[in-house]
């Protein structure tokens, strides 16, 4: 259940609050749904575009008359506590849309649960068309006319500007790497399946990126982590894939503590050997000291 609404805050943002009693849907083994949430943020931030342009996303064409698609350079999960987060629980997001520059939008979404701060997810977009009917590799950047009304926040810029810091940072520790690895985590290769992981466009969708890290984390590190929640994610976008594609996902660089873990994550695609993302994940165990399915007996008891 949730309650909605799109206001203006000035003649140049536009802002959508909306609050959700938390049910199943909402919910994962260890709290909020770090999925639901990157796709329900997701959709404000093309709701938002909508509202600005006054056209449905679906309708939005270039220059050349071809379908442009939002696509997201870049998204960030902040100051997450996802576990503090359980069922009838009511959580309220509020969302920010603003312009960087004539191709790339920004929004700022804070989540908040029986009043606390949850989490805090930074969106970076761009709009994006195929160059080959069908081939999500030819896939390149588009603009959109019409769609000026939108302004300016000094927090869209800083958050574009580190975004464009990360290839420099990652060829440096990619340098680093190589010439003296860190652990002996061979990589895992996945086929993404069209049903679970594309979306209606015919895209991987944004959200199911961090779902394969999270697989690969699985195979690597075993069932020690299935009690691990997400308090920071970064993921930088630098392509897609086709429907039948494999790729392969590779442990760059990870610091382990008894009960925290950060690593650097890659997904390259196997026919090409192209990155098409970077992951960068900060993980800690639960901070209940039981398993979240546990605590659920527990109240039904």
């Not at 000035?10 to 609050?19: A, G």
């Not at 009693?21 to 749904?33: A, D, F, T, V, Y």
């Not at 603009?143 to 574009?160: K, P, R, T």
């Amino acid at each position: 259940m949730q309650d909605s609404t799109l206001f203006a805050v000035s003649p140049n943002h536009q802002q959508l609050s909306e609050r959700y009693r938390i049910g199943m849907p909402q919910l994962s083994l260890n709290g909020l749904s770090e999925k639901w949430l990157l796709a329900e943020c997701g959709d404000r931030h093309w709701r938002l575009i909508e509202q600005a342009a006054g056209v449905v996303i679906s309708q939005l064409r270039d220059a050349r008359l071809r379908r442009v698609y939002p696509a997201f350079r870049s998204i960030r999960l902040r100051q997450a506590m996802l576990d503090s987060v359980i069922e009838n629980d009511l959580v309220e997001i509020c969302s920010t849309l603003s312009r960087v520059s004539r191709t790339q939008f920004y929004s700022k979404h804070v989540i908040s649960v029986n009043d606390g701060l949850c989490a805090v997810v930074d969106m970076l977009s761009v709009f994006i068309a195929r160059e080959k009917t069908g081939i999500n590799s030819s896939a390149i950047r588009s603009q959109v006319s019409g769609i000026d009304n939108i302004g300016e926040l000094a927090e869209g810029f800083q958050f574009a500007e580190q975004v464009r810091a990360i290839p420099e940072l990652r060829q440096e520790s990619d340098a680093q790497r190589w010439s003296r690895p860190t652990h002996s985590y061979a990589p895992i290769s996945v086929c993404p399946c069209p049903s679970i992981h594309f979306n209606g466009a015919g895209f991987m969708y944004f959200a199911s990126f961090h779902e394969l890290i999270d697989q690969a984390e699985w195979s690597w590190f075993g069932p020690e982590v299935s009690n691990y929640v997400t308090t920071e994610r970064h993921i930088i976008f630098h392509g897609n894939i086709d429907i039948g594609n494999s790729v392969a996902i590779s442990l760059c660089d990870f610091e382990r503590t008894e009960r925290q873990q950060h690593h650097h994550t890659q997904i390259t695609r196997r026919d090409d050997q192209k990155v098409i993302a970077d992951v960068i994940t900060r993980r800690r165990a639960r901070s209940s000291s039981k398993a979240y399915i546990e605590n659920l007996f527990d109240l039904a008891a």
